[in-house]
């Protein structure tokens, strides 16, 4: 998620109107329920299905968290 924060924020900000000092004081209890009511087209959601779920190699994880293997 924090990979495609500039996605969250943005999503956040036009289907909830959600600014970003009120980001940093909510829960996260309301922030899991605003991210799971963005709409499938939102750009966090087309992100999100894009990321892979499962790193079972040091490549895998370089590549998802850019860090390089090694």
């Given at each position: 998620?924090?990979?495609?924060?500039?996605?969250v924020e943005g999503d956040l900000a036009r289907d909830h109107g959600v600014t970003a000092p009120e980001l940093a004081r909510m829960s996260?209890?309301?922030?899991l329920?605003?991210?799971t009511a963005l709409s499938e087209q939102s750009r966090f959601a087309r992100l999100w299905q894009q990321t892979p779920r499962r790193a079972d190699?040091?490549?895998d994880i370089a590549r998802i968290?850019?860090?390089p293997a090694g």
């Open positions: 998620m924090i990979r495609h924060w500039p996605a996260t209890r309301r922030f329920a605003l991210i190699s040091p490549e968290t850019g860090i």
